[in-house]
């Protein structure tokens, strides 16, 4: 079963950047599109970006577009997710999972356990 752990989090304030890591415990990592997640007090977890096992398809959540790029190396079985340009609207637990079928929509049964981000205004 793929385990996953995520890095990066951090207070940061409006305008600066982090970038998240997740790694997975198995090599069987390279299999599954990854995803990034993120939940905001009082709010539902919502769908960030996400890139198929090749790492050759991307898919954003409009309000990140052009600000946060998701990458792969599947050499070391990591996912990444540079975030640049933060505003205080993306302070979140962020998950990372694994899973399979549409990257917006499709099965992610492997969670990591979050990372915190909060942006400072």
Known sequence: ???LVE???GLVQAGGSL???CAASERTFIRYNMGWFRQAPGKEREFVAAITWSGSTTDY????KGRLTISRD???ITVYLQMNSLKPDDTAVYY???GLGSL???QYPYWG???QVTVSS
């Open 1 to 3: 079963q793929v385990q």
């Open 7 to 9: 890095s990066g989090g």
């Open 19 to 21: 970038r998240l890591s």
């Open 61 to 64: 959540e409009d309000s990140v």
């Open 74 to 76: 599947n050499a070391k």
């Open 96 to 98: 990372c999972a694994a």
């Open 104 to 106: 917006r929509e499709g």
């Open 113 to 115: 356990q979050g990372t």
